[in-house]
């Protein structure tokens, strides 16, 4: 079987952790031992999100006194990928030796022209009090917008229409090798191949990158068990298998589960007899087993 793994922030940092590169490592360890008990005798292809580090460059950046303008976006996303990559690969290699692991610094194309650049939706970076974020509104010219109690800054969020290095990535793939590939939903770029100040959804990315690898599974996983429905009511309850069409009518968060419900619906609705799953990064196994989280297949799929 062939399975694209989304592995979601909290497999890198969750809320409250600190920034360090420690903290960040012993969670990619966590993921990585996870992900190896459940794929063996797979084709594993993983990619990851970046929206915290990202975000904490873009600080440092932005506030650095020795910089005549911040680093744009695009930069910090490459700059990222190479770190989280470096990190997923070498736990990669210490969890299942024998195996060839490659990290593939990856550019998606988007529109310049995209929706998206007049609505920012992408969360990044850490929490700020309100007097805090809009402080920084003020200084930088940032979108900063509530998640929770709590405010983060929002950058536009671009379609994923092609990724750039695909056909290396399907080489190296069909060659046996672990791939880690299109991390924090590729390094945004135009049809020009020019940077863009963007980030793309790294969800949205892994079901373009899923289909057009022709995976049997895609796994978004994250800190959730499942979609729930009825979240936050006395209602709430886990949803073990959906349609794209009733998933759709869900209209869940855009900055939290909206975009893998999105991200789960394409590949599904792509991928005729594949299945995509939404659930948590500890329970990898049972996903796989059709025990736990949420299946999304097409009508024609389901019992």
Not at 115 to 127: D, E, I, L, N
């Amino acid at each position: 079987m062939r399975i694209v793994a989304a592995l979601g922030g909290n497999a890198l940092l969750r809320r409250g952790d600190p920034l360090d590169a420690s903290v960040q490592i012993g969670h990619i360890r966590k993921a990585v031992r996870s992900l190896a008990v459940a794929t063996t005798g797979h084709e594993l292809v993983i990619t990851h999100g970046n929206g915290p580090q990202v975000g904490l460059l873009a600080v440092e950046s932005a506030t650095d006194p020795a910089l005549s303008a911040p680093y744009p976006l695009d930069v910090l996303g490459a700059q990222t990928q190479g770190m989280i990559g470096y990190w997923l690969a070498r736990e990669l290699r210490r969890a299942m030796p024998g195996h060839e692991v490659v990290a593939v610094l990856t550019e998606t194309v988007i529109a310049r022209d995209d929706p998206a650049f007049a609505r920012p939706t992408k969360f990044v970076g850490r929490t700020y009090s309100t007097h805090e974020a809009h402080r920084l509104q003020a200084e930088h010219g940032w979108t900063v917008r509530q998640d929770g109690a709590a405010w983060r800054r929002v950058v536009p969020s671009p379609d994923p229409s092609e990724i750039v290095e695909l056909p290396t990535i399907a080489r190296l793939v069909d060659e046996g090798c672990l791939v880690i590939a299109a991390g924090g939903g590729g390094i945004p770029v135009d049809p020009d191949h020019q940077g863009v100040e963007a980030v793309v959804d790294k969800d949205l990315t892994a079901a373009l990158l899923a289909e057009r690898l022709r995976a049997d599974t895609l796994l978004l996983l994250t800190d959730v068990p499942a979609v729930i429905h009825d979240y936050g009511t006395v209602n709430a309850r886990p949803i073990r298998q959906i349609t794209p069409r009733a998933l759709r009518a869900m209209d869940l968060p855009k900055g939290s589960m909206g975009p893998k419900a999105e991200a789960a619906c394409r590949f599904a609705e792509h991928r005729r007899g594949a299945v995509a799953i939404i659930g948590s990064l500890t329970d990898t196994t049972a996903l796989l087993s059709g025990t736990a989280g949420t299946r999304i297949e097409n009508e024609s799929s389901c019992t």
